[in-house]
């Protein structure tokens, strides 16, 4: 079956402007989790989403990111203002209800300039 | 707090040699535990889990690895690699408490394993 999809999978943007990011995750898994990985700090979690349940943004590094996930499916992370420290590798994984493991997308490889 | 520590940032071997890959953890609470493939601009792919059950698991690609409660560790093993095998692997913890962010997964740095001809 499909796996978890990334768009785009590369954003070349200018410091200062917004960018957002999207993820389409396996159909009927109800947990969605978006990652940072960089070179320097390895891979970070982000925001979690659960089912209807309020979004755990405890691993945000900062009020310019953001993420919404509509329909309990389809996932968008923003980030506004972009910093060159916000260049990274973006990943999204999903999991099913009551599932351990977590199914990673392909990544979206964000360039600030 | 919680961490992972994969203490071998680069292993190099030769092809058809066995390989250790180490990882250990720090948690107060109950985890699961996994590894974690990652092939050159790829996504990350899983090789195995530990949940509950028998400490041996085995995973794909010929991989296994070991639960060692006592030592908190979860050592990844394969007895003969292949060129194919080369890529990063991630040890990553997800904690089993019912606070804060319980459903995500702690990552260590990865470890880059390099299978010579």
């Known amino acids: 079956g499909a796996g978890v999809s990334q768009s785009p999978s590369n954003k070349v943007t200018e410091k200062g402007k917004d960018v957002e990011l999207r993820c389409d995750p396996i159909s009927g898994h109800t947990a969605l989790y978006w990652y940072r990985q960089s070179l320097g700090q390895g891979l970070e979690f982000l925001i979690y989403f659960q089912g209807n349940s309020a979004p755990d943004k405890s691993g945000l590094p900062s009020d310019r990111f953001s993420a919404e996930r509509t329909g309990g499916s389809v996932s968008t992370l923003t980030i506004q203002r972009t910093q060159q420290e916000d260049s990274a590798v973006y990943l999204c994984?999903?999991?099913?209800?009551?599932?351990?493991?977590?199914?990673f997308g392909p990544g979206t490889r964000l360039t600030v300039t | 707090a919680q961490s992972v520590t994969q203490l071998d940032s680069q292993v190099p071997v030769f092809e058809e040699a066995p390989v250790e890959l180490r990882c250990n953890y720090s948690?107060?609470?109950?985890?699961?535990l996994f590894w974690y493939v990652q092939y050159p601009n790829q996504g990350l792919q899983l090789l195995l889990k530990?949940?509950?059950?028998?400490?041996l698991v085995k995973g794909i690609n010929g991989f296994e690895a070991e639960f060692n409660k006592s030592q908190t560790s979860f050592h990844l093993r394969k007895p003969s690699v292949h060129i194919s095998d080369t890529a990063e692997y991630f040890c990553a913890v997800r904690l089993l408490n019912y606070g804060g962010s319980q459903g995500n997964l702690i990552f260590g740095k990865g470890t880059k394993l390099s299978v010579k001809p």
């Open positions: 530990y949940l509950s059950g028998s400490t």
């Open positions: 994984a999903s999991s099913p209800q009551g599932a351990g493991e977590q199914y």
């Open positions: 948690s107060s609470v109950s985890v699961y």
